[in-house]
Nanobody, 127 residues
Framework: EVQLVESGGGAVQAGGSLRLTCAASEYGDHVYCMGWFRQTPGKEREGIAIMNSGGVTTAHADSVEGRFTISRDNTKNTLNLEINNLRPEDSAAYYC????????????????????WGQGTQVTVSS
């Protein structure tokens, strides 16, 4: 059972920055794909950025292009998300997710591909 623990969320003003970190309890095929999703009340969970175990970003939401940077440290089993120039609409619960390589494709933002989820960390951006 892979356990994921997020940290780094908080309350910031618009234009500020945050760094989210996800620590995975193990490394291997179960965590070939790791990524960040976010969700606001009443909305679907949205895939933000996904990275495979080779360090390749395989999916990235257009809404965060140029502002969010995903990185992965396989030596520490951690996944990071640098969030810059935050906007009020970025306020959400941010979740780390992990899963194996999908059949016939590389890592995607499909929620069903991910069997392991963290508890979420809240990001609140004030204007």
């Amino acid at each position: 059972e892979v356990q994921l623990v997020e940290s780094g969320g908080g309350a910031v003003q618009a234009g500020g920055s945050l760094r989210l970190t996800c620590a995975a309890s193990e490394y291997g095929d179960h965590v070939y794909c790791m990524g960040w999703f976010r969700q606001t009340p009443g909305k679907e969970r949205e895939g933000i950025a996904i990275m495979n175990s080779g360090g390749v970003t395989t999916a990235h939401a257009d809404s965060v292009e140029g502002r969010f940077t995903i990185s992965r440290d396989n030596t520490k089993n951690t996944l990071n998300l640098e969030i810059n120039n935050l906007r009020p609409e970025d306020s959400a619960a941010y979740y780390c997710a992990a899963g194996p390589k999908p059949w016939l494709s590389d890592c995607r933002t499909e929620r069903a591909d991910y069997g392991y989820w963290g508890q979420g960390t809240q990001v609140t951006v004030s204007s």
